[in-house]
């Protein structure tokens, strides 16, 4: 009987500490959303970093056209985060806005300029995990997994990119779901300097135009290289990894064709974002 006693009280003195022991989540959402806030390599993205100091030349038949974004502003982003133990899934967007502005010249007209308003909606996940301790400043919560970024026209939205597919004589690899498809932030896909890589894109766009925008250290800072279309959707570039060893990022952007060679034609995109290291092999 004393030994069943010493038991029931043992029982409940355990249970007691555990009951105490209720996880802050509100707490714990605010220190993954401050780390999140604080983090402007990861959780930024616009399609400002698209060649806005050199542009680019593109004959159609007669007509030459000469576009660029312009500087973007933001809205202040939404971040929820589910939080669920020691793990939370952060889910973070926000809008971007701007123009997209284009000299054309068209034949039998002066030269012109065409200015389109641009309102786009970029998107990435996060996995965040509690790997110190709740008493530390960030509740011991780090950065673990990061998705790529989606972007698209808020206007007219009718062109998508289904899928996309990075080869060289290195590597393969493939991406059909950009915001279920998570790289670590110490480990991403990373190339080789110099690296000749092929980017196949495959589209809903028939009637569209597709370009991957990259950095680089000296000018124009943003180097930007048209596909080549091959029907049914498909477009494909071929395109060399920077030379200098860094965190890297390249946008595929997709347009319908109207947005750039049709004067009251609206903004009309679909871009992924796609972080990568350049990197000596091991």
């Given at each position: 009987?004393?030994?069943t006693?010493?038991?029931?009280?043992a029982?409940?003195?355990?249970?007691?500490?555990?009951?105490?022991?209720?996880?802050?989540v509100?707490?714990?959402r605010?220190?993954?959303?401050?780390?999140v806030?604080k983090?402007?390599v990861?959780?930024?993205?616009s399609?400002?970093?698209?060649?806005t100091t050199?542009g680019?030349?593109?004959?159609?038949?007669?007509t030459?056209?000469?576009w660029?974004?312009?500087?973007?502003t933001?809205?202040?982003?939404?971040?929820?985060?589910?939080?669920n133990?020691?793990?939370?899934v952060?889910?973070?967007?926000?809008?971007?806005?701007g123009?997209l502005h284009?000299?054309?010249q068209?034949?039998?007209t002066?030269?012109?300029?065409?200015?389109?308003?641009?309102v786009?909606?970029v998107?990435?996940n996060?996995?965040f995990r509690?790997?110190?301790?709740?008493s530390?400043?960030?509740?011991g919560?780090?950065?673990?997994?990061?998705?790529?970024?989606?972007?698209t026209?808020d206007s007219?939205?009718?062109?998508?990119i289904?899928s996309?597919?990075i080869?060289?004589s290195?590597?393969?690899?493939?991406?059909?779901?950009p915001?279920?498809?998570y790289f670590?932030?110490?480990s991403?896909?990373?190339?080789?300097p110099?690296?000749?890589?092929?980017?196949?894109?495959?589209?809903?766009?028939?009637?569209g135009?597709?370009?991957l925008?990259t950095?680089?250290?000296?000018?124009?800072?943003?180097?930007?290289?048209?596909f080549?279309?091959?029907g049914?959707?498909v477009?494909?570039?071929?395109?060399?990894?920077?030379i200098?060893?860094?965190?890297?990022?390249?946008?595929?952007?997709?347009?319908t064709?109207?947005?750039?060679?049709t004067?009251?034609?609206?903004?009309?995109f679909?871009?992924?974002?796609?972080?990568?290291r350049?990197k000596?092999?091991?």
């Open positions: 009987m004393k030994q006693l010493l038991a029931a009280l029982l409940a003195f355990v249970l007691a500490v555990v009951g105490c022991h209720k996880q802050d509100a707490a714990d605010a220190a993954i959303m401050s780390l806030e983090d402007t990861h959780f930024s993205a399609t400002s970093h698209d060649s050199s680019g030349y593109f004959a159609a038949g007669e030459l056209i000469f660029w974004r312009g500087p973007q933001h809205d202040t982003a939404v971040i929820n985060v589910e939080i133990g020691d793990s939370a952060v889910s973070w967007s926000r809008h971007n806005f123009y284009i000299l054309a068209v034949p039998d002066t030269l012109q300029l065409w200015n389109k308003n641009l786009e909606t998107r990435l996060a996995i509690r790997e110190g301790k709740e530390d400043t960030d509740r919560w780090r950065l673990k997994m990061i998705s790529l970024a989606t972007g026209s007219v939205n009718t062109v998508r289904d996309l597919r080869q060289s290195l590597r393969e690899l493939t991406i059909r779901s915001l279920t498809t670590q932030p110490d991403l896909f990373w190339f080789t110099g690296e000749e890589v092929t980017v196949t894109l495959y589209t809903n766009a028939t009637g135009v597709a370009f925008h950095f680089v250290l000296v000018w124009p800072f943003y180097v930007r290289v048209p080549n279309y091959l049914d959707g477009f494909q570039g071929v395109w060399h990894a920077q200098v060893p860094s965190f890297r990022f390249a946008i595929f952007d997709l347009m064709r109207s947005t750039i060679y004067p009251d034609s609206p903004y009309d679909n871009g992924w974002l796609f972080p990568y350049v000596t092999a091991d």
